[in-house]
């Protein structure tokens, strides 16, 4: 068998391999945690099955790709989509990676202590230089650690959702090193602006959130065969909340610091890897 490439979507193989079978090539699609490998059998069509792949990855929604399914889609093609087979608990594992789970499961630890008695202990520990009397500039690690903290159940949902959506996209197709740049970059240089902007007293991961929507939404605009994608209605709402953020119209404390600054920070590493970056399939 011959690997061309990867999806994470079986409806969206299927219509691949519609489309390649319809051109003379036999694909077949291998199931795993990723989602869908497929792969040939013929080895001299392996340069244009791939080449065909990163045609499909540019536009994957061609009208080219629903008319085959149309013409020569097998109706006795069955797949397991996901959520029934794997059950939820699975579906949320294999969507992400172990430093995406990692950080989720150190926020919701964080969170639930601070509600259940520890918040004095946790926040003296970890919140921004400044915010108490036993922080000072040998503890760096509060650099990054308000970064942890979230306030709210609204807080640390919206956060955490966004995280395991995007960082698990970007873990899974480019590892977590690539992951874990954003997450130190975005989890630290915002919450200094924050600091100057609004002082001590703040935390959460929406900065390295914005961070992951400006990545993804650039990458996927200037190499879309990196596999990360980002509806524009999507970064539409985030941009709105940005701005709303800088108003009194949500009636709540805003970071608009960290956000601003992640951003900025995923807009600028998704302009260096988009440039950098070779993939192969």
Known sequence: MIPIGQLDNARAAQAFIDYLRGIGIDCEP?????????????VEQETQAKAEFERFLAEPHAERYLQASWASGDTKAHFDYGAAGLGLAQHFITQSGPLTLGIFAISLLLFAMMNLGLLELVYTSLSFFG???????????????????????????????WWWYL????????????LLVLLLVAGTLPNIL???????NFGGLSGVVYALVGYTWLMGKRRPQSGLQLPDSYMGFMMLWLVLGFTDLLGMPIA??????GLLIGLTQAAFDSRKIKYSN
């Open 256 to 261: 608009n610091g960290a956000h601003l600054g």
């Open 167 to 178: 960082g698990g996209k970007i873990e899974l197709r480019l590892g977590a090193p690539k």
């Open 131 to 161: 915010a108490t009397q036993e922080s000072d500039l040998i503890q760096v690690w509060r650099v990054f650690t308000p970064t942890l903290l979230h306030f709210s159940l609204m807080h640390i949902m919206f956060n955490l959702l």
């Open 194 to 200: 924050q600091y100057f902007i609004s002082g001590p």
């Open 30 to 42: 291998v199931l795993n945690e990723q989602g869908v490998m497929l792969v040939i059998h013929q």
